[in-house]
């Protein structure tokens, strides 16, 4: 048996080390290449170990140091409440449609799914967001439309109720006098901590890596968030130099623009945050395994 | 059962009050119909009204546009009792953003155009030649008879352009030091297939210089024209549209083999980039970095300093072809008022000014005088003491976009008479017998989607001479026909057959 | 549905009391919880839903939506009137068919790989390195690829490819590699994804079936296909329905910008996304792109609603309604 379980370290290290270089080494390539002269990555190409170092990129990026700033004040703010209140409506919502003794079971899932096959596009939503509900140019805009619950992760947190949260517990709670709610919350979310890191992981990357709601909802640049001002930045680099009409009177703007190392810059400026904020995910993803304790 | 009844019913009632607040309710915004009641000619005697002004940037917004906002609204106050809120949309997002605004009838009065077709056949600008008349009367001295009729659409106008180029020559673009450092001669060069002795020189000279680049998406050729597109290319006048009115499928053409013959010799020379249907940076960019010397393009009087400024060397231009006037060239950066607009004459007096008031061409195009921009003795500007172009709080630089262009100060460097040069360039163009036909493709949408697909596949690698003319060309010549061409040429011939009648 | 859904709520619990009244009073707390979840849902996704409508209707602005024109199935036609539509069906069939199965494949066993590491330490870096690729947008991950790629600076042709003594590879115009890039780009952005999320359910296994196997003498190889595979079955089903019904649908980045929009390539990289994208960058006709989102839908729901049926005929436990 102790061999069998020498083996099995063997081969999974073998196996992990082996994608982890194979994910590794683009990212480095990405850094290396946001710290190498404009000048050095046109003529010679990106490489690891670039003939001319250059903060320039990073320097540009600072220039716009205030509304960057401010843009990760936003994006932390909606992240960390976008995350909370998807984690509640979430789980709330996946534990009764897990239950088998639930009626209408079937087709409240059904409900949750048909949403992840159908939309109607980005117009009625946008109707909707803004004559009804008028969130145009709030911070709301930011949170509510379209990342506040998906049904993906609430199938998928169903899906892990119904695994691993044993009927028979529920059922010898409501017999001690434990109310549904009071089971939900006492009982079936400290089973359920793996899966809440990971749909909490989840969701935090989701509203991180946003841009769209911005883009759609927010025409106010005050209330951009981090990756709505990387994404500008993108777009219009894409933009501006592949428009033929538009850029002789443009041409001096799109010299101006960051090119080559500055995206790179700037894709490391909008991931490395929540490189940083991932361990605190992962401590609960090994608890998990303890938490058959609480039986 | 009943349960679910009831929530489709609910369901059913939400919907019905979106769509009250969704439709735009064109009721009562019939145009000029409320102008007569405004008597405009007594414009202090007009109730307060704010007009608001959308138009695409690049970059962030500038920090000081509040302020300039202010100042603006100071002079419009007290000429129209107008004032004006500034909405500056990014680029990227500009299309979407305008879609959502126009469907869903939020406040817009005056927006910048840049897809004329398709916003006129979708609906989305209001016909202003009434109003323009009676309103706007200063936006049609500046603009003139013939540019002005060439924004017409079935006798109708929606838009005005905005006072820049109008026309365009095009041309190379190319690096002056290198040219006089290995005494280059240029002067025989009037042509495309002359450039190849030009970037022969270039590449024994310099070998680790690539001679012409091309940019993002775009090929090597598709910065160069001698054609009237008449819109996407998929049909097109040839020679400019100096000959006739006969619609021609541009890419069947000996003229475009010839083109690609010569690209494709540049291509195997090693004048042209090895991954040109790849690069990932603009023209521009590969000048300033060092690993290019030329790029194709069209131009403008004051083009060479421009370019110079923007990639930090000292640039000239060769001219291959004369300066043409064409649909494009004109509708491509317009003023219009959405269909939505509340009160349009109000949009369309305000946009006068635009194109009459020099302190307001001036603020929208450079600032506050003193804080964004000071005049020197020479009457040319440039930044205050202290301020550079990445301190200033107002940088937009776009003064092609902002009505009438030749009424802002001239920025050091430039020519102190650009506009006065511009001006003739725009006069003495040549005009494609087109200018004025706009394209309209509703009727064979489903054919352009599928042209449009074909010609991704093959053009840029054509155009860049990657891929080889002899064998891709018929390739390239039988797709674009099963996806339908010829039925959009038809199609395209008999709109501009009707269009040249009304003329 | 219906059926199973009134079946369900006819067998009486054992226990209690059959009437409608006691169900009522014993679930009303669980309608309690998801409520928020359904007000949201109607409001973010049903209520759009009406949307639909574009993709029948000539939308013109001075009109309103409601007030366009309605034009039948035109807005439909251009997706099946081209010689390319079957390319582009193909292409997104193929695609998505080898994807689902090779993501599925190795995200299961990176999962049960990191599982079974004991270090905690390294199951963590795992965790974050795999996840890596994840995080990048594929516009960034398009620049990494063509740095690897590229003719004129890419390090396989300036540096791997001399090393081995072949000469350089124009991979941007040989339509031969990119079913194979693709794959390969797919799967190593996404594997780290899918595997926490298969990690998580693993983890939620109770370990007293392991120890219990162990007890039996059951060796690794067969407690991970005995014991894990099956429990995570569900989790599988899901994902896997999921993914097939979005099989028309494609990742826009990975088939536009990975292979940077490159012509020649267009016969193995155009899917129905790109295609209606290149079709309609400058038409930019609201009907005809709702229409193709439609057109994607239905597809996808209806094979959804058969997989699931065939499902729940194999395994009634694991359908997912």
Redesign the interface.
Known sequence: MTSDNKQMQWIAHAALIAFSIACVVPFLLLVMSSVSS??TI??HGYSFFPKEFSLSAYHYLW??WQ?LGRAYGITVLITIVGTSVSLAMTSMFAYPISRRDLP?RNFWTFFVFFTLLFNGG???A???Y???FVI?NTIWALIVPGLLMNGFNVLLVRTFFVTSVPPALIEAANIDGCGEIKAFYKIVLPLSLPIMATIGLMQSILYWNDWFNG??YV?D?KLFSIQNIL??M?????????D??????????????P??TVRMAIAVVGVLPILVAYPFFQKYFVKGITIGAVK | MK?RTG?VGA?LA??L???A??????SGKKPGGEAAEGQASQASGQEPYEVVMAFYI????PRDLQLVQDEINKISKAKLNTTVKL?P?????W???M??M?????KLDLIVI??YS?DVT???LLPINELLERHGQGILEAVGPDYYNATKVKGISYGVPSI??LA?DYGLVVRKDLIDKHAIDVSGVNALEDLEGVFRELKDNEP?LVPITN????SVL??FSTRDSLG?DFGVLVNNGQDDLKVVNWFATEEYAEQLRTVRKWYEAGYV???A??N???????V????AASFL????PG?EA??S???GMEMMTIKLGPAVAKT?TVT??MWGV???AEKPERSIQFLNLMYTDKDIVNLLDWGIEGKHYAIAEDGLIDYPEGIS??TTGYGL??G??FGNQFLSHVWKGDNPDVWKEMDEFNRNAIKSKALGFTWD??SV??????V???A??????LESG??DPDKELPAFLNKLE??GINKIIAEKQKQLDEWAQTQ | MEQAASKIRIRPRPGKAGSRWSMAKKFWPLYLLMLPGVVYM?INN??PM?GIIIAFK??????????SDWVGFKNF??LF????AYIITRNTILYNGAFIVTHTVLAIAFAILLNEIRKKFFTRLYQSIILLPYLMSMVIVS?LV?ALL????GFLNKTVLPLLGIESISW??ETKYWPAILTIVHNWKGIGFLCVIYLASIIGIDPEYYEAATLDGASKRQQIFSITIPLIAPVVIFMTLLAIGRIFYSDFGLFYQVP?????L??VT?VIDT??Y?????????G?SSAAGAYQSLVGFVLVILSNYVVRRLSKENALF
Request: proline share 2%; with cysteine.
């Open positions: 404009e000048q046109l003529k220039y716009n509304s209408w980005l117009v009625p946008y109707l909707i803004t004559k009804l145009k883009m759609t025409t640049s994404n500008r993108m777009t219009e680099i894409q933009f501006l130099s592949s033929p009409n538009m850029s002789t009177s443009a041409s001096e703007t799109i010299a101006q623009l090119s080559a | 349960k929530w369901l939400l919907m009050l979106v769509s607040c969704g439709g735009n309710g064109d690049f970059g962030e917004v909405l949309i990014n680029i990227g997002a299309k979407n953003q879609n959502l126009m469907t869903s009838g939020e840049n897809e398709n979708k609906g989305r820049r180029d365009a680790n940019k993002t998406n775009t598709g910065t996407d980039l090895k991954d249907v790849q990932q940076e603009a023209d521009v960019a590969m300033k970095a060092g690993k393009g069209h131009q403008k083009y421009q370019q400024r923007a990639t494009s491509n950066n959405p269909s939505g172009a990445q630089n776009m092609w976009m493709p509703t949408k489903a054919e352009v989607t599928a449009y697909n074909v991704d596949q093959y053009r840029r690698g990657v891929l099963s996806a | 109607i049903y209520l009406f000539d939308i013109n602005f001075a009109k309103g939506i409601f007030g036609e251009y009137k081209t010689e390319d620049y063509y590229s003719m004129e600076t941007y115009t940077m929009n490159s012509g020649p267009l016969e155009n295609y209606v290149r079709g309609l960058i400058f038409l930019g006709d609201l005809m």
